[in-house]
Every structure is written in C-alpha cells, then in structure tokens.
C-alpha cells in the first residue's frame, strides 16, 4: 500500500521559517514528480511547488524566493523549506505524488498525503 506521510508543519510568527518534510512508503518514488499543494482556510486546494527525480523545480508566483523544494531519492523524502513566513501561507499543507508537473498543477496526483498544519500568527 502506498502512503506519503507528511510532518513537520507546526506554529510559527511571521517571518519565520519551517520545514516540512514528505515520507513515501510502499513504492520507490524516485521516478515521480513530488510537490506541495496547500489549502488555507475557506479556500480551494492550491498547488504550491514540484520537484522532478532530476530536480527540476516549479513553484507557485506567490512563494518564489521564500521557498525551496528538495527531495532525498534514497529516502523517498521530499521537503519544502519555507522562509519568510506570512499569516497568508497559514495552511494545511499536503504532499503529492505523481507522473508530471501537469498532473501536480492541476490538482490530480496518483497519491495525496494526509496534511500538515502550519500555521503563521503575529
């Protein structure tokens, strides 16, 4: 059974940094695109950043530069590093899983994760 476990989040104060990280089980990933989607509060799910098994990387306009995404093949992990925190990031964050960067942008991964909440408060 395949599962992507997410830990990490937590409370932070604005301008504070956190680093969630992503742990794949079941399968060897190393070969998907891995990313981030996050979904605030009354809000849709939106997608956040991937990286590929070569590290190519994409992320969402309202991060760049404050983000950065990793991935550890031998460990089937992926981290999102987040710096410069704003209550706007307060989110629950998940981790995906799945053929291309398309499929991440467009919210349809093969797996989710459970979530993480990171939350951003003054």
């Known amino acids: 059974q395949v599962q992507l476990v997410e830990s990490g989040g937590g409370l932070v104060q604005i301008g504070g940094s956190l680093r969630p990280s992503c742990a794949a089980s079941?399968?060897?990933?190393?070969?998907?695109?891995l990313g981030w989607s996050r979904r605030a509060p009354g809000k849709e799910r939106e997608y956040v950043a991937a990286?590929?098994?070569?590290?190519?990387?994409d992320y969402v306009e309202s991060v760049k530069g404050r983000v950065t995404i990793s991935r550890d093949n031998a460990k089937n992990t992926v981290y999102l590093q987040m710096n410069s925190l704003k209550p706007e990031d307060t989110a629950v964050y998940y981790c995906?899983?799945?053929?291309?960067?398309?499929?991440?942008?467009?919210?349809?991964?093969?797996?989710w994760g459970q979530g993480t909440q990171v939350t951003v408060s003054s």
């Open positions: 995906a899983a799945g053929g291309s960067f398309q499929l991440l942008l467009q919210q349809s991964p093969y797996y």
């Open positions: 079941g399968r060897t990933f190393s070969t998907y695109v």
């Open positions: 990286i590929s098994w070569a590290g190519g990387t």
